[in-house]
């Protein structure tokens, strides 16, 4: 059964202190493995897309690398507007098919 | 602005009395979805549409309809809600329904069925 899952389900930091956070998936025929950002009460932010391991995509404090297994997403010197949960999604071969989307790993940074 | 809306963003409802969500966007994307978002159950899909007169069942798709008449609109229709229905629901949009392209999603209708 195609799956994704995500690691840690909640993960507490400090300001500046750097961490990751990790998608694994079985999904065959891969199109795109895609990062996005969730606030309370609002719509998930689109952030990244992967497409071939190794492959990797940086924005700000934000870097997100692919194997052909899993994803990460490197969180360097986090701020507490980083606080947010983090759901990645993968695409698959067949047409039409669906996203499909881990459970997320809630972020929170303390000041 | 390119984007995503959806209507309302809250609603409280009775068991039974049909309800419509709209969702519209302006990017002219081809493919749009719905999502129901639950605690522990994370984001899943009920319906998408590749195009217009395009749609066929997400993972949940019992107890919901769509249509898509035209390209900018996707609405979700719940003909006799129930309250398993109560659920936050996104509408998103892609430019096509194939290839690598993301998802936009709108910000979101709490539904409350009682």
């Known amino acids: 059964e195609d799956q994704v899952t995500q690691s840690p389900e909640a993960l507490r930091l400090q300001e500046g202190e750097s961490s990751s956070l990790n998608c694994s998936y079985t999904?065959?025929?891969?199109?795109?493995l895609f990062w996005y950002r969730q606030d309370p009460g609002k719509g998930p932010e689109f952030l990244f897309t992967l497409y071939s391991a190794g492959e990797e995509k940086e924005k700000e404090r934000l870097k997100a690398t692919l194997t052909k297994k899993e994803s990460f997403l490197h969180i360097t010197a986090p701020k507490p507007e980083d606080s947010a949960t983090y759901l990645c999604?993968?695409?698959?071969?067949?047409?039409?098919?669906?996203?499909?989307f881990g459970p997320g790993t809630r972020l929170s940074v303390l000041p | 602005e390119a984007q995503v809306t959806q209507n309302p963003r809250y609603l409280i409802t009775v068991t039974g009395k049909k309800l419509t969500v709209t969702c519209s966007q302006n990017m002219n994307h081809e493919y749009m979805s719905w999502y129901r978002q639950d605690p522990g159950l994370g984001l899943r899909q009920i319906y998408y549409s590749m195009n217009v007169e395009v749609t066929d069942k997400g993972d949940v798709p019992e107890g919901y309809k769509v249509s898509r008449k035209e390209k900018r609109n996707f609405p979700l229709i719940l003909e006799s809600p129930s309250p398993n229905q109560t659920s936050l629901y996104f509408c998103?949009?892609?430019?096509?329904?194939?290839?690598?392209?993301?998802?936009?999603f709108g910000d979101g209708t709490r539904l409350s069925i009682l």
């Open positions: 999904v065959s025929g891969l199109r795109g």
């Open positions: 999604a993968v695409r698959q071969e067949n047409y039409g098919q669906n996203f499909v």
């Open positions: 998103a949009s892609s430019l096509t329904g194939v290839g690598n392209q993301p998802q936009h």
